[in-house]
């Protein structure tokens, strides 16, 4: 009963692996066919895998035959002799190859893959994403949020932060109220989680330090450039600090990890998109909310800042510190979540946070209240019924330690890494108002 | 407007660092009181917090009196003379302490938190898992949990597998139909994913291998002890596989290197709970479903293996192989999705695979259809709508190599290893037909 397996054949060879074979040798390339170039006497095949790009020299009439017959995108093996050629990518190319189609001739793509510049819009990106991402900008945009996820886990593994799962499905929408999706949860209704929150702060409880890379869901009802109905949340909150100023030190941690995740695991990626890495400050510049408006000449009433308020900010702060970041603390306790912390002293002002990167918003946190007492306050303050946040106010009776945390958006990190005019292009799949597919 | 900060105290230890200050030198410990133990003379204080216990000796009659007034789980910062003490957790322990609540004082616990076994049935401890989570035995649960994801990334990452984040909202519930939760997606019917399953096919099309670590939703209408509504998957698909056996491979590493994350990262947590961390060997065994059936003196025209074949099995594994896991491949073609790569030469059977680990399915992997001929057969012999999966179609159409992959449940893992009866013992807040709280 136990089936034959398929013939092994020449182990496979990375198109970057290439220039390690020795000159003569025989090596197998798998891949997509990236480009066919038909010249008079020769036709050259660049075929594209995980690594980059490889050049195959077809001259037998019948390969450059059968290459007519599989279009661009189709999947083949090619077997045939390493040749040092400078002008190849990395130094080498395969000469006299043997072709094996390993599925069917590919349709061609909405827009040629292969040329540098990605040659349609973003409608017509996002409706055919699974096989436009291919394109080696769309690729690298990601590997860039793959790095920086890997490198924010090690930043805070590291610094013994446990990472945990939370719920998506909650009971109650009670953290924002607006722009919640509702489930139908085996006849009753749930709510679509908007952020980990409540659960990260629960679980400082647990283990002190906590973070969780995960989906949050917006039911954003407008359609711009920079919100989708699901992204990326990097999240983490800590326990026994002393203020906000200790969350931003870790955040600080984070940033810089995401930096150096990217530096490690996806330099070509950066250098394709020209992406320029910030340097991350042994401290985040801060300034305070109140000295903000100043600084940008608002009216000391505002109780927010604008766009135009954060780049102008940021490019105080690059001139006055030479930094990529700038933290604005203190930020009215008004405009602030239920939880937030008052800033001791003067409690128009808040324990909190916003991360100002390259003059958008990156990142917003700070401290939260935890003693019973002050949630008991806060919720009487904002008019919110006790019960159902049960759950939650049970870890502050039953004893928290001065807390706080973050979340960092990383589409929207990404998306200011390369300078992209709309969230969606640094999104695998986004979702948002008009968009459930693919 | 700069706030002044709090005045700076001792720096905090830790209390597994205890021991490595130097007898008589002052330091600062922080975190819950995990006990009061009051005799005649004296007051032990077990003080906890992330790293472990510590114990605090108070002769002093103000601070005995003091901590009458403070229940357990209270937190508090404490600083003494640090003193050598062969009897205490660790060898070292704090005397002469002057304690200071850092909140206020905590209430009761459901039950004793203190107490080696939680005292508790599960409803209790779920429906006060905000505080019941904080029993070390609960703790090291999770902690099993956190290290295997930290582990199955480091394997795959090495591995040049590159992680995605793929959407949980979805237009279409083809991929099996049943048991999917309806969202309110502005105004029109969206679902919530069952896995990420078409998106990592779609994205190996895209970066070869990929993997993702998030929350799968099953509106899982029985309620049984291994079922969640909401569970945490561990997906990883590759391309320019052979067949199945190549799959296995990977996930022969992927367990290993979850293994490995525990032994490195949560040896403690294993220790306390009994884990008897499972030998990976080299390769899996593997059996063939037909095999398998005679083997346990089945039907040979059963379509799928029981819980008691399942168990009888891996026993069989254990005796022949000495191997906690065993491998059952070429599942009846009739019991697979759609996209399941038939065995060559007999269509009866799939390449695919379950993996089964101390008596109890793991994961379930194989190898998928890739050619776009193959995928239009399947769909008319399901009766499946193709425009419905027109984005994940486009894939196909425009080529995608060879390729396969699997799934393990995070929480079924973590219960296996601790032979937790529910799966709700390992899960940090569950989600079930009756529970959607806290």
Avoid: C
Avoid at 333 to 338: A, E, I, N, T
Wanted: cysteine-free; charged content about 25%.
């Amino acid at each position: 009963m136990q089936p034959t397996r398929p013939t092994t054949r020449a182990p496979r060879v990375l198109a970057r692996d290439l220039t390690a074979v020795r000159p003569g040798e025989r090596a197998t390339l798998a891949g997509w066919i990236h480009r066919r170039r038909v010249l008079a006497s020769v036709t050259f095949l660049v075929l594209r895998d995980r690594s980059g790009l490889a050049q195959v020299v077809v001259k037998d009439r019948e390969t450059v035959e059968q290459l007519a017959g599989l279009p661009e995108e189709t999947v083949v093996e090619v077997t045939g002799s390493v040749s040092a050629n400078e002008s190849a990518p990395g130094g080498a190319e395969l000469v006299e190859p043997v072709v094996t189609a390993l599925t069917e001739p590919a349709l061609a793509p909405p827009t040629e893959l292969w040329r540098p510049t990605f040659g349609a819009g973003l409608p017509t990106h996002l409706d055919h994403a699974a096989v436009t991402l291919r394109h080696p900008r769309h690729r690298a945009a990601w590997q860039l949020a793959s790095a920086s996820m890997r490198g924010f886990r090690t930043a805070l593994s590291t610094r013994e932060f446990t990472e945990i799962a939370t719920p998506k499905l909650v009971g109650t929408a009670t953290e924002s109220g607006a722009n919640v999706f509702t489930v139908d949860y085996f006849g009753r209704t749930a709510y679509l989680a908007q952020s980990p929150q409540l659960y990260k702060q629960m679980l400082v409880g647990v283990f002190e330090r906590v973070f969780e890379v995960g989906p949050v869901f917006r039911a954003e009802p407008h359609d711009t450039v920079r919100h989708l109905a699901q992204y990326t949340s990097l999240d983490a909150e800590l326990g026994f600090i002393r203020d906000h100023r200790d969350v931003l030190a870790v955040l600080r941690e984070a940033v810089a990890g995401m930096v150096e995740g990217i530096r490690e695991h996806a330099p070509d990626a950066a250098a394709l998109l020209g992406v320029e890495l910030p340097q991350v400050p042994e401290e985040f510049p801060v300034i305070h909310f109140s000295d903000a408006l100043a600084k940008v000449g608002a009216d000391p009433d505002e109780p927010d800042l604008s766009p135009a308020h954060e780049r102008a900010l940021s490019e105080w702060a690059k001139a006055a510190y030479g930094s990529d970041f700038l933290a604005v603390e203190g930020y009215p306790m008004g405009k602030r979540p239920f939880y937030t912390h008052p800033q001791p002293g003067d409690e128009r002002w808040s324990n909190s946070f916003d991360l100002l990167f390259r003059g958008l918003e990156l990142t917003t946190g700070g401290q939260r209240l935890h003693r019973p007492s002050d949630y008991a306050a806060a919720l009487e303050r904002t008019g919110t019924d006790p019960s159902v946040l049960a759950g939650y106010l049970d870890a502050f009776a039953h004893g928290m330690p001065p807390h706080g945390g973050f979340a960092i958006g990383l589409e929207r990190w990404v998306g200011r890494l390369t300078g992209a005019e709309n969230i969606r292009e640094v999104t695998l799949f986004p979702r948002d108002l008009h968009r459930l597919e693919p």
